[in-house]
């Protein structure tokens, strides 16, 4: 459970670091005047291109050792 915990975490961690943002119009600030009227201003236009992360599953047979414990009789 651990190790799934560990991927998850280092793919979220790849896939916010594996980005390109270019940015196509600069924003504004919007000009006020002291009647509180003013222009709404503009955001800017942003084109952000993500990494492809391509994930799935796989299916495998473990072999798992055959462990005896032998406790010690209680006297």
């Known amino acids: ?10 793919a979220t961690g ?6 390109e943002a270019n940015v ?5 600030m919007p000009s006020l005047d002291v009647d ?3 222009d709404a201003g503009n955001l800017p236009e942003i084109d952000v291109e993500t990494a492809d992360v391509e994930m ?3 299916e495998k047979t473990i072999e798992v050792p055959d462990v005896d414990v032998t406790m010690p009789s209680d006297k």
């Open 14 to 19: 790849l896939a916010l670091t594996a980005c």
């Open 1 to 10: 459970m651990k190790k799934i915990s560990i991927a998850a975490i280092l």
């Open 56 to 58: 799935g599953t796989e």
């Open 24 to 28: 196509k119009e600069e924003g504004e």
């Open 36 to 38: 509180v009227a003013g």
